[in-house]
């Protein structure tokens, strides 16, 4: 408990985002669809480790991590590899539960 008061995060659950969707989407120059669930899941990320930062410091952030992504997906397409979306990367090294019991 110590450590969470520490942290700043004992109330981290009633944080609301410092960015919203719309924003996001626009900040990045992102089409609409579900790549902004990445960026959301991110800035929350963020926010945990950053509990007194800004919406400028969060949306550089997101910004940064953005870029990254775009550098991998074109040194992956020059490479010859499949132009593939990282979040559809994460979701298809998933398993289903169903090939788990099988």
Same mark, same amino acid.
């Given at each position: 408990?110590?450590?969470?008061?520490? =942290?700043? $995060?004992?109330?981290?659950?009633?944080? !609301?985002?410092?960015?919203?969707?719309?924003?996001? *989407?626009?900040? $990045?120059? *992102?089409?609409?669809?579900?790549?902004?669930?990445?960026? @959301?899941?991110?800035? +929350?990320?963020?926010? $945990?480790?950053?509990?007194?930062?800004?919406?400028?410091?969060? /949306?550089? =952030? *997101? !910004?940064? +991590?953005?870029?990254?992504? @775009?550098?991998?997906?074109? +040194? %992956?397409? %020059?490479?010859?590899?499949?132009? +593939?979306?990282? %979040? /559809?990367?994460?979701? %298809?090294? =998933?398993?289903?539960?169903?090939?788990?019991? /099988?």
């Amino acid at each position: 408990v110590r450590v969470i008061q520490q =942290h700043d $995060l004992d109330m981290c659950w009633k944080a !609301r985002p410092l960015l919203d969707g719309k924003a996001i *989407l626009q900040i $990045l120059n *992102l089409p609409r669809g579900p790549t902004i669930g990445t960026y @959301l899941q991110e800035q +929350v990320k963020w926010m $945990l480790l950053n509990p007194n930062g800004s919406k400028v410091e969060c /949306e550089t =952030h *997101l !910004r940064a +991590v953005r870029k990254r992504e @775009l550098e991998i997906q074109s +040194v %992956s397409s %020059s490479s010859g590899g499949d132009d +593939v979306n990282m %979040s /559809e990367a994460k979701s %298809s090294s =998933h398993c289903s539960k169903k090939a788990h019991i /099988e």
